[in-house]
């Protein structure tokens, strides 16, 4: 059974304080991972696309990371701005559905 | 360019009524998806249309739930006697394409709650 598991769940940091979100899957044939970001009352706006193990994209203060098993959104040196909740997201048929991790909240403190 | 678009933004409706929420997807975008998203998770797949047709259907919940796009652009989902359990934000995301991997854009939802 396909699985997207995201840990933690929530996470506050202080400005400037550097930190990463993991989320684990488990899926038959990755079509493709993705990184998206919920602001509160909002849809998921879009961050990246990961298709094989070992790509990395960047966008100002996030990395994403792939393996096998998990990716890895790392976010450094972190603004206010960057608070969010975090969602991450495997492609599950030829189709493009996705499923859909629970989330990592994050706050950021000035 | 304008993104997706989703009306109405908040509806409250009685148990047992019939609702019908909108999806206006991107420009050009023909697959469209509807998503189901529950306080403090995350987004749960419900239908896929390519183009006109209902692609997978395999989300919906039970046959209550009902959703077309007529002409390949607006979806509308439908739910015929609200329960409470449908109170949740209903989301609609459109591709460019419906086969390989392409990214989704999500509109900002509509916020149903069944009292």
């Known amino acids: 059974e396909d699985q997207v598991t995201q840990s933690p769940e929530a996470l506050r940091l202080q400005e400037g304080e550097s930190s990463s979100l993991n989320c684990s899957y488990t899926?038959?044939?990755?079509?493709?991972l993705f990184w998206y970001r919920q602001d509160p009352g909002k849809g998921p706006e879009f961050l990246f696309t990961?298709?094989?193990a070992g790509e990395e994209k960047e966008k100002e203060r996030l990395k994403a990371t792939l393996t096998k098993k998990e990716s890895f959104l790392h976010i450094t040196a972190p603004k206010p701005e960057d608070s969010a909740t975090y969602l991450c997201?495997?492609?599950?048929?030829?189709?493009?559905?996705?499923?859909f991790g629970a989330g990592t909240q994050v706050v950021v403190t000035p | 360019g304008a993104g997706v678009s989703q009306t109405p933004s908040n509806k409250v409706t009685e148990k047992g009524k019939y609702v019908e929420l909108r999806c206006d997807p991107i420009?050009?975008?023909?697959?469209l998806y509807w998503y189901r998203q529950s306080l403090g998770q995350g987004p749960e797949f419900l239908i896929y249309?390519?183009?006109?047709?209902?692609?997978?259907d395999s989300g919906l919940p039970n046959d209550r739930f009902f959703a077309v796009r007529p002409e390949g652009s607006v979806s509308t989902l439908k739910i015929q006697r609200t329960e409470r359990g449908d109170s949740a934000v209903y989301l609609c995301?459109?591709?460019?394409?419906?086969?390989?991997?392409?990214?989704?854009?999500f509109g900002p939802g509509t916020r149903l709650t069944v009292t």
């Open positions: 995301a459109s591709s460019p394409e419906g086969t390989g991997s392409y990214e989704q854009y």
């Open positions: 899926v038959s044939g990755l079509r493709g």
């Open positions: 420009s050009g975008h023909t697959a």
């Open positions: 997201a495997v492609q599950v048929d030829s189709w493009g559905k996705l499923q």
């Open positions: 249309f390519q183009g006109t047709g209902a692609a997978d």
């Open positions: 990961l298709y094989s």
